[in-house]
């Protein structure tokens, strides 16, 4: 199959058709992971738990810099 890509703002977007949605149990909310490959491109859908973990990692990794930065100030407003 073939499809076209349409402008969408600065960037492309692809429309997937409503037949691959279904048979792949996907809709607009899906987070999709995009692989470069040799000759083109491919996007693979991400689980809901492997976002949540994702998202869970970023947040746990936004602490440990803010705490890197700010722990100090922080330890001593909580202490206060």
Do not use: C, W
Request: no cysteine; glycine share 6%.
């Amino acid at each position: 199959m073939t499809v076209k890509m349409h402008r969408y703002g600065g960037s492309s977007a692809v429309i997937v058709p409503a037949y691959i949605k279904k048979a792949l149990g996907i809709d607009e909310t899906t987070e999709l992971e995009v692989e470069l490959k040799e000759n083109g491109f491919m996007f693979t859908p991400v689980s809901k738990k492997e976002a949540a973990l994702e998202s869970d990692q970023d947040f746990i990794n936004f602490l440990k810099e803010t705490d890197q930065q700010y722990g100090d100030v922080t330890r001593r407003l909580v202490d206060k």
